[in-house]
């Protein structure tokens, strides 16, 4: 039995105004964003476990190579946010995708001196409008450590509902930490945004 297929296939580019655009990831961005992660470094491994490997370019690469096998597997759809100085601000992707079960789970990040200008909260919009309208899906999660309440005042924002606590489900720097899980499903997107 062959495996699902998205729908309707992922934009590569979405622009969302004259000063934030994504991307879809691409081996060409190895450099641009091993730089944004190693200038961000002690800003983003509070909360992200993956940046302590993330040690050269190489690194950089070897991820870039695995987004894109699971873009073409259907399993991850991930763009880089730039802003209009051609700047790389974070990375936003859509993980976990099944489309037996149509849900998916919302990551992000954003460079230190984007903070506090709604660049995520604007990439989340996008991601939920691609979840919901491209790709056919019924449920979107976000699931953020306990104590990064920058992290959960996003879904927050956007309207999703707090669903509970995974007790002690992440390892983060030798030690579990709780993960607070967020849901919008595609009825409250619906009623939320107006649309039919």
Not at 32 to 40: G, K, M, T
């Amino acid at each position: 039995m062959a495996a699902p297929t998205f729908p309707k296939k992922p934009e590569t580019r979405i622009a969302l105004g004259e000063d934030l655009i994504l991307l879809a990831l691409d081996v060409r961005q190895a450099e641009a964003i091993f730089s944004a992660v190693d200038a961000n470094r002690e800003h983003l491994r509070v909360w992200l476990p993956w940046v302590d490997s993330s040690r050269s370019p190489a690194d950089t690469l070897r991820f870039l190579q695995e987004m894109e096998a699971k873009r073409e597997a259907g399993v991850t759809v991930a763009y880089g946010l730039w802003t209009g100085a051609a700047d790389l601000a974070g990375i936003i992707g859509m993980h976990n995708i099944s489309l037996t079960n149509r849900n998916l789970q919302i990551g992000y990040w954003v460079a230190k001196q984007q903070e506090r200008r709604g660049l995520i909260s604007r990439a989340c919009e996008a991601m939920l409008r691609v979840a919901f309208d491209s790709l056919g899906m019924e449920r979107v999660e976000i699931r953020c450590a306990a104590g990064n309440h920058r992290s959960a005042a996003v879904p927050e924002r956007l309207g999703f509902q707090f669903e509970g606590i995974l007790r002690r489900s992440a390892k983060l720097h030798g030690d579990f930490v709780d993960m607070r899980v967020y849901s919008i499903l595609l009825a409250e997107y619906r009623q939320r945004s107006g649309s039919a």
